[in-house]
């Protein structure tokens, strides 16, 4: 996924897809109160009237249909068009509340401009107050004419804001288009006027949502790009790694492709070692041996032409030369490294160079470690480094089958190898196998 996929990716499910879900959940809440309503009713501790039950089923019916827009906005990716559709049937809802509930309707008012934040956009939150301020006019106009309007239930709220009388500021005992003036001034306004503070708040609140949303995508592109280069750096570190080893294979008199064939091999085990469920083996450990695996014999470097190519016997003092190219590979590698890779990926490739000669028995060198005193680390690169030797033409010898190779090891269990990684190794024989017999 490229920069611009995962930003898209990040604006769809932060702005359109979450916020739906949210709002969705909340319509859930709304359509439980309702049908609780309604239950109570029939249980008869409510009386609600006709009126009131279809604005009730009516509500349900549009939290349902707002259920329906969010299940084809998943579907299609998250749609854009989701999120203002979902807006309108929150206002919807609200408008039906409103008329059910003339009272303390100012706090229901304020359910849009709320869940308008949630989608950190402008032009959702002026759908949400240009919607409100229409539903805060219309629905006392409706309740009025459905019979839901009740002047009881308004005398504090009138008298304190308005401070007038319920006498002068009633509306039942006046003609229609008398009612609704009196309600636009004596209610309308006085709820406009504390929206209008909502409103404020709400687009100062999307405002910075929506800033601090386009923070977020700056620092993925940020992340991505530096990313991008951190894989450039490392793309170069394995070419020059692979070069370099490939420079120790050439002075070794080894065919070309020895430290790229360990590598494989190791990569082979490891993840047979990993889908088993090896303790102590994860993702990043197997990959950090992989990597280490070509610099197992960057020490030979150090070893002089005349010995290292040698076509005779080696003398003792020109063994004991050979048998410290790993401690050498260590030294190298500790020089090295540090301030380019980390601190665990060191360790790894260390142990790797400088213990893929030991033994289980303690009989290898440099320093016969035995048993699980050798790291597993190079436990398992012996193993891809003798296969490989083995099934693998040297000047100095005839490749063997890739079987007899197999074979070969095997015999070698409990002795040269880690007896614990036979049955892995078992696993990836044939794998291993078939990298020989192309």
Partial sequence: MDVEERVRAVIRREQHERPNHYVANTMVVVMAVMLVCLVLNEAHVFALNATVMRATAGGIALITLCMCLLAFGRRTGGHPATRFLMMVGVLEVTQLVAIMLNTHVVLVLAMPLLLSCLYRDRSVAVEAIVGTMCVCIVSPILAYRFGTFHIDYLTGYIETICRVTVSIAEVNRF??????????????????????????????????????????????????????????????????????????????????????????????????????????????????????????????????????????????????????????????????????????????????????????DGSGYPDGLKGEAIPLEARVLAIADVYDSLASERSYKEAVSPQEATAAVLSEMGTHFDAGLKPYFEAASAQMEAEYAR
Wanted: include cysteine; glycine fraction near 6%.
């Fill in 175 to 360: 003609t229609f288009w008398e009612a609704v003036g009196r309600m636009l001034v004596y209610l309308v306004l006085p709820r406009c006027l504390i929206l209008a503070t909502f409103s404020t708040i709400t687009l100062v609140i999307a405002r910075h949502g929506r800033e601090s949303f386009l923070d977020h995508l700056a620092v993925i592109r940020m992340e991505e790009k530096l990313q991008g280069q951190v894989d450039t750096m490392q793309q170069i570190q394995d070419k020059v790694l692979y070069a370099f080893a490939d420079l120790i294979d050439s002075r070794d008199a080894i065919t070309g492709g020895h430290v790229r064939r360990v590598a494989k091999l190791t990569r082979i085990l490891m993840d047979h070692m990993l889908a088993a469920g090896y303790p102590g083996v994860t993702e990043e450990y197997a990959d950090a041996v992989v990597k280490a695996a070509p610099m197992h014999d960057v020490g030979k470097i150090t070893v002089a032409d005349d010995i290292l190519l040698k076509p005779g016997p080696l003398t003792p003092a020109e063994w004991e030369m050979i048998h410290q190219h790993p401690v050498r590979s260590e030294e190298i590698l500790k020089k090295t490294l540090p301030g380019i890779e980390k601190e665990t990926f060191i360790r790894i490739a260390c142990n790797v160079a400088r213990y893929h000669h030991e033994r289980m």
